[in-house]
């Protein structure tokens, strides 16, 4: 692309983010593509200094289709400034009916990215380089690397590389499925990027417990333990294994799901340079394919979280504390009985975060109304079940709106706790939430009134104690 050409493109990407503004469920402070479709988040790299984002894009509308790589560049995981295309399907190429997703590495200095390529129904792998600062993407001469699966797994799922390097190898995962049997990634070393070159299965589950196909594996050191995250398809959930990794064999030592039961699908981690292991996903939408069509825009990327492990090897997950930089007005309560509904009126609106620790007290249910219009027609619940021990988005009366899900969505936390603290973010139609760093929610949501802002806190058949409330509303970042 010419600077003029480049320049062109930025600016219709800043005028076509301006034509959702008066988009109530458009997110101001999560990052998504100027318009038009988005899936899973790829090729995640820092580089130079600022962290490069890549993401499954249709730039033809919004649905899945005709599968390009959108590109987008931070300096502090908050603020996302557009790039141009990175990828695009090459005609009669191995890619032409779309570049799947996949990972990016550092070469020896040059900045590459190694995905899968769709033509017909075949699979196969391909990588490119920059030699422009990650602006330009040349594609390599001989796609693909690496053209067909080995005997055994489903020959047309083959697909997601993930990418790295160990004591002066390349190793690579694919995913696929068994055929006959579970989902399945594949291990493979090669010298140089381009000679691959099998050398076994790293892991493939039971169908009755993770699906028959995995997709977007990532696999890294985290502590002294190593970690396996695949998603299953099509069952969109996510599962890490927590195990050791010797002589390139993986034993898996505890499996959990990484996200439970929403809309978090297909994440990609990358180890920043402070040596935190950082980690998107995409959000899908919730409402029907017309209605995402009728948006002009659909998916978005999750906000980004830290992944580290408990003492007992457990997942823990925090949101990344670069996005403090977004607070603006502030609202404390502390200890205070809930037994009636509490309306938080200091803070309300599209784009919040809070933080809030409930005591169970007698009470079966304790949390927080979220986009709730002011006679509660509208409203979406976050609580904690105390009878059950789960983490419940109720989003029955989150939409007066057809078309929509409003599907209850929950997860159960690991140990009965008469205290449990809660950290979530509301931006428009997004809703992410973590209770006790170790139960992950995130999921969206529709209201359809303007005045379905509030905040109300409620205890339910009993009265629990507010240990502590921080709310806050958030600035957009666009
Ligand atoms: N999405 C990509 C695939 C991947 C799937 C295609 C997961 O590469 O397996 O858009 O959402």
Not at 100 to 116: M, Q
Not at 145 to 158: C, H, I, K, S
């Amino acid at each position: 692309m010419t600077e003029t050409k480049t320049k062109e493109w930025l600016e219709s990407a800043a005028r076509r983010r301006r034509t959702f503004a008066s988009d109530l469920h458009r997110p101001r402070y999560h990052f998504l593509p100027p318009d038009n479709w988005t899936n899973d988040p790829n090729g995640v790299i820092e580089w130079g200094g600022r962290y490069h984002l890549f993401y499954q894009h249709n730039p033809h509308g919004s649905f899945h289709g005709t599968i390009h790589w959108g590109h987008a560049v931070s300096y502090d995981l908050v603020h996302w400034e557009d790039l141009p295309l990175a990828l695009e399907p090459t005609p009669g190429g191995p890619d032409e009916d779309g570049c799947f997703s996949g990972c990016a590495v550092d070469n020896g200095g040059i900045p590459t990215l190694i995905y899968t390529g769709l033509a017909g129904d075949a699979q196969t792998q391909c990588i490119a380089e920059s030699r422009d600062g990650l602006l330009t993407w040349e594609k390599y001469r001989g796609n693909p690397v690496l053209a067909t699966p080995p005997e055994g797994v489903r020959p047309l799922d083959f697909r997601d590389p993930w990418v790295w390097r160990e004591e002066g190898v390349w190793y690579m995962l694919l995913a696929s499925g068994r055929l006959g049997g579970g989902g399945t990634v594949l291990l493979y070393r090669s010298p140089d990027l381009l000679r691959w070159e099998y050398l076994r299965p790293l892991l493939t589950g039971q169908v009755e417990e993770t699906g028959e196909v995995w997709e977007c594996p990532n696999f890294f050191r985290l502590g002294d333990k190593h970690v396996l995250v695949i998603s299953v398809w099509p069952r969109h959930s996510v599962h890490a294994f927590v195990g050791s990794f010797v002589d390139g064999h993986f034993a898996p030592e505890t499996h959990g799901t990484l996200d439970a039961d929403g809309s978090f699908y297909a994440p990609l981690t990358l180890e920043d340079t402070g040596g935190r292991r950082l980690i998107w996903g995409w959000l899908d939408e919730q409402r029907s394919g017309a209605l995402q069509r009728a948006a002009g825009w659909a998916g978005v990327m999750s906000l980004p979280r830290v992944l580290s492990l408990d003492e007992g090897g457990g997942l823990r997950t925090d949101f990344v504390p670069e996005l403090r930089a977004l607070r603006q007005g502030h609202v404390r309560v502390e200890n205070l009985d809930v037994l009636e509904p509490v309306d938080i009126k200091g803070v309300q609106g599209p784009a919040l975060e809070l933080r809030f620790t409930f005591r169970r007290g007698s009470a079966s249910r304790s949390g927080v109304r979220l986009a709730r219009s002011p006679d509660g027609a509208e409203e979406t619940c976050v609580y904690i079940d105390w009878l059950t021990g789960q983490l419940v988005i109720d989003r029955g009366r989150s939409s007066l709106s057809e078309g929509v899900s409003k599907r209850a969505q929950s997860g159960v936390l690991n140990a009965p706790a008469e205290t449990v603290e809660v950290h979530l973010y509301l931006d428009g139609s997004v809703l992410e939430v973590v209770a006790e760093r170790q139960l992950t929610l995130g999921t969206r949501i529709y209201p359809s009134r303007e005045d379905s802002l509030g905040v109300q806190l409620f205890s339910e058949e009993g009265v629990s104690r507010l240990k502590l409330l921080e709310a806050w509303t958030l600035a957009s970042i666009w």
